[in-house]
């Protein structure tokens, strides 16, 4: 039978103001089993709060907490992409305000692209995703052992 390797999670040690917004209550200290599960506790907060920001924002947090460094192209398209997204979901395929400052939308028009526009988005979402991740990789770390 195989084993699998477990490889350590990485800690980014947060620096500064980082390291004094990140809390826990006093409830999870007495509850927590290690110090371990304090961290996953702590690193889980930081994910949630992450999924829940703007595009905008999100790509602030990704190159002030990560490093990491988006091309003028993904800041520009990405909300832009995320706005459309967003219209077809919840506006019923009409422009809102927030896509129209950001588009040649204006308020109230109907959503249309074609075909290849659609895989067009796909295509810049996969080589952002890919440039991120590779980045990412190549940023030396700090580990907890």
Same mark, same amino acid.
């Given at each position: 039978?195989?084993?699998? *390797?477990?490889?350590?999670?990485?800690?980014?040690?947060?620096?500064?103001?980082?390291?004094?917004? $990140?809390?826990?209550? !006093?409830?999870?200290?007495?509850?927590?089993?290690? $110090?371990?599960?304090?961290?996953?506790?702590?690193?889980?907060?930081?994910?949630?709060?992450?999924?829940? $920001?703007?595009?905008? @924002?999100?790509?602030?947090?990704?190159?002030?907490?990560?490093?990491?460094?988006?091309?003028? @192209?993904?800041?520009?398209? *990405?909300?832009?992409?995320?706005?459309?997204?967003?219209?077809?979901?919840?506006?019923?395929?009409?422009? @809102?305000?927030?896509?129209?400052?950001?588009?040649? !939308?204006?308020?109230? @028009?109907?959503?249309?692209?074609?075909?290849?526009?659609?895989?067009?988005?796909?295509?810049?979402?996969?080589?952002?995703?890919?440039?991120?991740?590779?980045?990412?990789?190549?940023?030396?770390?700090?580990?907890?052992?």
């Amino acid at each position: 039978m195989k084993r699998k *390797l477990i490889q350590k999670p990485i800690l980014m040690v947060p620096n500064g103001k980082q390291a004094k917004e $990140k809390n826990i209550s !006093y409830l999870e200290f007495i509850q927590s089993e290690s $110090k371990e599960k304090l961290i996953d506790q702590l690193a889980e907060k930081e994910v949630r709060n992450v999924l829940y $920001k703007s595009v905008d @924002d999100l790509i602030k947090y990704c190159e002030n907490r990560l490093g990491l460094i988006w091309t003028d @192209d993904s800041k520009r398209e *990405l909300p832009r992409v995320s706005g459309i997204r967003n219209c077809l979901m919840h506006n019923n395929g009409k422009a @809102d305000a927030k896509l129209a400052s950001i588009s040649n !939308y204006s308020i109230g @028009d109907a959503i249309t692209f074609k075909p290849g526009e659609v895989h067009g988005f796909g295509l810049m979402v996969r080589s952002l995703a890919s440039e991120l991740i590779r980045q990412f990789k190549e940023q030396p770390k700090i580990t907890n052992g």
